[in-house]
């Protein structure tokens, strides 16, 4: 069974900081992962979807890399902002087309 | 908005009511989803219809009932609720023939039952 392990489980910075998101899956069997925004009381926001063949994809001040062969991607977020205050979703697509999400990790921004 | 619609955003029912919620999407996609999200807890998948087909987390209560007329449209049907199934309710849509493509949710229903 599939496990997606997201650390760390909240963070905390100032401004103007760079930072960076871990996600970790046991079943490297997968065909894609993405990550996702969540703001309070919200659906999600898809933020980048890397392919199982892709090491990184880039959106603005978003890079996610993968790392298939060890089960690890990050979400590397540049130049933070108040605004980007929200938890952050990692899933993985797998076995049975079935989506696995992670904890998240929510991040809070401080002006 | 997303392509994923869910009505209603709110909802607030008794345990004896029976209530549903529904969800739209127009992205030509072929499988929606049902996930039920608490309070710290990981997004659970409820149902999925794939191709017309469904499949269902066996831990899923029978109080709740997925129906999916077409391809664009899904609904969860809900009858005699429990408080702890108070939650946000998401819907989403992915291509399921293409393993490539992601999902897109919608903004989701938060339930509460009292």
């Given at each position: ?43 999600l ?11 990184e ?9 993968l790392?298939k ?5 990050t ?27 992670g ?9 | ?45 409820m ?5 017309e ?34 939650a ?27």
């Amino acid at each position: 069974k599939q496990e997606v392990t997201q650390i760390p489980a909240a963070l905390s910075v100032p401004e103007g900081e760079n930072l960076v998101l871990n996600c970790s899956f046991t079943d490297s069997a997968i065909y894609n992962l993405q990550w996702f925004r969540q703001d309070p009381g919200k659906g999600l926001t898809s933020l980048l979807l890397i392919q199982s063949s892709q090491r990184e994809q880039t959106s603005g001040r978003l890079n996610a890399s993968l790392d298939k062969s060890s089960g690890r991607s990050t979400l590397y977020i540049a130049a933070s902002q108040p605004g980007d205050s929200a938890t952050y979703l990692c899933a993985v697509r797998g076995r049975g087309n079935m989506l696995t999400f992670g904890g998240g990790t929510r991040l809070m921004v401080k002006p | 908005e997303t392509g994923v619609t869910q009505t209603p955003r709110h909802l607030v029912m008794g345990m004896t009511n029976k209530k549903s919620l529904k969800c739209e999407q127009h992205l030509g996609h072929n499988a929606m989803y049902w996930y039920k999200q608490s309070a710290k807890k990981p997004l659970e998948l409820m149902f999925v219809y794939s191709l017309e087909e469904r499949v269902e987390n066996n831990s899923v209560p029978s109080r709740f009932s997925p129906e999916c007329p077409n391809s664009s449209h899904l609904f969860l049907h809900l009858h005699t609720l429990q408080p702890e199934d108070s939650a946000l309710y998401l819907c989403a849509s992915s291509q399921d023939s293409g393993q490539n493509y992601g999902y897109t949710f919608g903004s989701g229903t938060r339930l509460t039952v009292v």
